[in-house]
């Protein structure tokens, strides 16, 4: 692991903002302007940002992340390894996100299933292995998505959904995952595509 000053960050990024020694980032990192990524924060190898991406306190990402253009992650959060999380993210506190996950642009999770209404503990979703979510889908509080589940763009979720099995429409139904969606995500074997 490096310490934030490296080739690789840019000059206009905004690494470890605290009192702290700043965040651990593991060798090869592409770091773009208007990036804040918190002191406690630990990240592995050739990890790579879009613009404007904030990574809040005591989250912890593997090797060969991508975090995609304004998406946020909001801290207490454990990201796997092959990750591609797209434009406009936003992860929430206390979130699980497994190995070879994709996350599509303006994806939401949420945490708190009763907003303002009730204090109860915050509940961050759970995706497992290989899971696929599509654009502007919503995951609500403390749904876990299967490993090799696929979540159609648009969807709502509001329970779980089983392994290898589609998730569409709002709130989401659950179909037999079609044989063109079976498998494991590629997405190491995809690392050209632009955050």
């Known amino acids: 692991m490096t310490s934030p000053a490296h080739d690789g ?17 593991g060798s090869d990192p592409v770091i773009r302007s208007g990036c804040i ?32 253009t304004n998406t946020v992650i909001d801290g207490y959060t454990i990201i796997g390894s092959g ?11 206390y979130t699980t ?7 599509g ?5 949420t945490n708190d299933p009763y907003p303002v209404r009730q204090d109860t503990d915050l509940t961050g979703p759970t995706l497992e292995d290989d899971v ?5 889908a919503t995951i609500l509080p403390g749904v876990t998505v299967g490993r090799g589940a696929f979540v ?4 709502v979720v509001t329970s779980d959904v089983p392994p290898a099995t589609l998730a569409v429409g709002s709130p989401a139904k ?4 079609p044989p063109e969606l079976r498998g494991e995500n590629q997405i190491r074997e995809t690392t050209d595509s632009n955050p």
């Open 97 to 103: 996100i497994g190995d070879d996950v994709f996350v």
């Open 37 to 68: 990524i918190y002191d406690d924060v630990v990240i592995g190898e050739r990890f790579r940002t879009g613009h404007g991406v904030l990574i809040r306190e005591e989250t912890v990402i593997g090797d060969d992340v991508l975090v995609g």
């Open 83 to 93: 990750v591609s999380l797209q434009t406009r993210v936003y992860i929430p506190s």
């Open 152 to 155: 159609a763009a648009g969807a």
């Open 174 to 177: 659950h179909r037999p995952l």
């Open 9 to 25: 960050i840019s000059p206009d990024a905004v690494v470890g903002p605290g009192d702290g020694p700043g965040p651990e980032i």
């Open 132 to 136: 696929s979510i599509g654009a502007n």
């Open 105 to 109: 642009p303006g994806a939401v999770l």
